[in-house]
């Protein structure tokens, strides 16, 4: 319509100089010549039309880009889309994370529970591959394995008075875990300002695990000899996972990583059998939106 609009008024305006000069001919010029000059003036106002139509026509068609940005224009502005790569197309990305931690208790008190007495170790292994199939974004595979055991000697939790409260005990307890875990992630990476060293990221997980754990603890004596009794659990689950981060270039293929998980929807099934005659399963499901302080993640990768 305001193209329409246009090619109106500049039409209008060409044609009212031609009819002015026409009134200015005298009655004693030849007909020739009056029939030539109306060409030639007709020939320059329709080249004055069309110069004005393009002029016109440019005008409103970069008024109309201006007013209609493109997705492309509003992943820029947000600072999704860059023009420095910070991981190029086709470049392998190899690395991972490990974690070992033990500890050894004596007569220790914890809030409530009292004579802690144990020992016991913690260890983590989490290798990954990936691969960039766009600048600046990475397609990867992550395994992860974990063990934990914990020996406890003695511990014991009271509620109320010596006499008339509450006393729970534990005389001996072992328990052994491990768990493995496949993961399917996506990354994307948003270098910060000019530099290639720098760069923020976020990661989205899809994670399939599985594990077995024992427990063996004491349960009385009976004709003076121990009982002991124990239970045997596997569980199954899976789940979906948020982690943004950060990394850092300490050499020109080595990084550091630091990530935290702030968003997961997880599914777990659980088996247990206990003294190899009682069954009992248990299903979980899960959804948060907050800081889980216990998937903060610090790892290597090589960019090569």
Same mark, same amino acid.
């Given at each position: 319509?305001?193209?329409?609009?246009?090619?109106?008024?500049?039409?209008?305006?060409?044609?009212?100089?031609?009819? +002015?000069?026409?009134?200015?001919?005298?009655?004693?010029?030849?007909?020739?010549?009056? @029939?030539?000059?109306?060409?030639?003036?007709? #020939?320059?106002?329709?080249? $004055?039309?069309?110069?004005?139509?393009?002029?016109?026509?440019?005008?409103?068609?970069?008024?109309?880009?201006?007013?209609?940005?493109?997705?492309?224009?509003?992943?820029?502005?947000?600072?999704?889309?860059?023009?420095? /790569?910070?991981?190029?197309?086709?470049?392998?990305?190899?690395?991972?994370?490990?974690?070992?931690? /033990?500890?050894?208790?004596?007569?220790?008190?914890?809030?409530?529970?009292?004579?802690?007495?144990?020992?016991?170790?913690?260890? #983590?292994?989490?290798?990954?591959? +990936?691969?960039?199939?766009?600048?600046?974004?990475?397609?990867?595979?992550?395994?992860?394995?974990?063990?934990?055991?914990?020996?406890?000697? &003695?511990?014991?939790?009271?509620?109320?008075?010596?006499?008339?409260?509450?006393?729970?005990?534990?005389?001996?307890?072992? $328990?052994?875990?491990?768990?493995?875990?496949?993961?399917?992630?996506?990354?994307?990476?948003?270098?910060?300002?000019?530099? &290639?060293?720098?760069?923020?990221?976020?990661?989205?997980?899809?994670?399939?695990?599985?594990? $077995?754990?024992?427990?063996?603890?004491?349960?009385?004596?009976?004709?003076?000899?121990?009982?002991?009794?124990?239970?045997?659990?596997?569980?199954?689950?899976?789940?979906?996972? @948020?982690?943004?981060?950060?990394?850092?270039?300490?050499?020109? #293929?080595?990084?550091?990583?630091?990530?935290?998980?702030?968003?997961?929807?997880?599914?777990?099934?659980?088996?247990? /059998?206990? &003294?190899?005659?009682?069954?009992?399963?248990?299903?979980?499901?899960?959804?948060?939106?907050?800081? &889980? @302080?216990?998937?903060?993640?610090?790892?290597?990768?090589?960019?090569?």
């Amino acid at each position: 319509m305001q193209k329409s609009i246009t090619i109106i008024i500049a039409l209008f305006a060409a044609i009212r100089p031609i009819a +002015a000069q026409q009134h200015e001919y005298t009655v004693g010029q030849p007909a020739a010549t009056v @029939l030539e000059a109306d060409a030639a003036i007709e #020939n320059m106002s329709a080249a $004055q039309t069309a110069i004005s139509l393009a002029d016109t026509l440019s005008v409103t068609e970069i008024v109309t880009a201006e007013q209609q940005p493109s997705a492309g224009d509003a992943r820029r502005h947000r600072g999704f889309s860059t023009t420095n /790569t910070f991981v190029p197309k086709g470049q392998w990305i190899f690395g991972g994370s490990a974690s070992y931690s /033990t500890h050894r208790n004596n007569d220790y008190k914890l809030l409530m529970i009292e004579g802690i007495t144990s020992d016991g170790y913690t260890v #983590n292994v989490s290798p990954m591959i +990936a691969i960039s199939p766009k600048d600046n974004m990475a397609l990867g595979v992550r395994f992860i394995y974990g063990r934990t055991m914990l020996d406890m000697d &003695n511990a014991s939790l009271k509620f109320g008075e010596a006499d008339s409260g509450v006393n729970i005990s534990v005389d001996y307890m072992h $328990q052994i875990k491990q768990e493995y875990t496949g993961a399917i992630f996506w990354r994307q990476y948003i270098p910060l300002g000019h530099s &290639n060293r720098f760069a923020i990221f976020t990661e989205i997980q899809l994670c399939f695990s599985g594990g $077995q754990s024992a427990i063996v603890a004491e349960d009385g004596a009976v004709d003076g000899y121990q009982k002991y009794r124990g239970t045997y659990a596997s569980h199954y689950g899976t789940s979906i996972g @948020l982690q943004p981060g950060i990394v850092a270039f300490a050499t020109n #293929n080595m990084a550091f990583e630091i990530s935290i998980g702030v968003f997961g929807i997880a599914y777990d099934h659980t088996k247990q /059998t206990h &003294n190899q005659v009682e069954v009992g399963n248990i299903k979980t499901s899960t959804m948060n939106f907050k800081v &889980n @302080l216990l998937s903060i993640g610090f790892g290597a990768s090589f960019y090569l």
